[in-house]
């Protein structure tokens, strides 16, 4: 009982997970921190307010609504995600994106590379053990396989 357990927690991905949202808590603590330190108070000047924003609030029939607060929850989380945004997810993004192109390069080169069948003379893949038209076992091309990451023979 206690092995299952065990095993779920050392796991690399619950692991990496509980470091990312530790690692978010605190950063979301910097991002409100710098957003009530200098982001609210500039606002609360420009509105004419009272130097701090993050109080501002109304009353209606005795009830009090500390819009303030809202406002100044929004502007944090404008931050943290235009932050997160173009700090890592553009980023990781471009690296993804290059990794990713070389290899559809190279599986689109493997794919055009064409062969006659023996059998039927119609074009086939070169990497194929089968032709497509006339079902006949062909024997694959040895290079064309070696570049797809195949065996040399099936």
């Known amino acids: 009982m206690l092995n299952g357990f065990k095993d779920f927690i050392l796991r690399g991905n ?5 470091i990312g949202l530790a ?9 409100t921190g710098f957003s009530n330190a200098f982001i609210v108070p500039l606002i609360g000047l420009f509105t004419r ?3 701090d924003f993050s109080k501002a609030s109304y009353t ?5 609504f500390p819009f303030g ?8 989380f404008i931050i943290t995600a235009a932050v997160l945004y173009f700090l890592v997810v553009m980023p990781m993004a471009k690296v993804q ?3 990713t192109a070389k290899a559809e390069e190279e599986k689109a080169d493997i794919k055009a590379a064409l062969r006659d069948c023996p059998r039927c003379f119609t074009e086939i893949p070169s990497i194929a053990t089968r032709c497509a038209h006339c079902t006949s ?6 290079e064309a396989r070696a570049l797809a990451g195949l065996p040399a023979q099936r």
Request: hydrophobic share 60%.
């Open 97 to 99: 994106n290059r990794f």
């Open 69 to 76: 607060l809202f406002i100044s929850a929004a502007i944090a």
């Open 14 to 18: 619950v692991i990496s997970m509980a």
């Open 49 to 51: 307010g009272t130097g």
């Open 137 to 142: 076992d062909v024997e694959p091309d040895a």
């Open 23 to 31: 690692v978010g808590a605190a950063f979301t603590a910097v991002v």
């Open 60 to 64: 209606v029939d005795g009830v009090k």
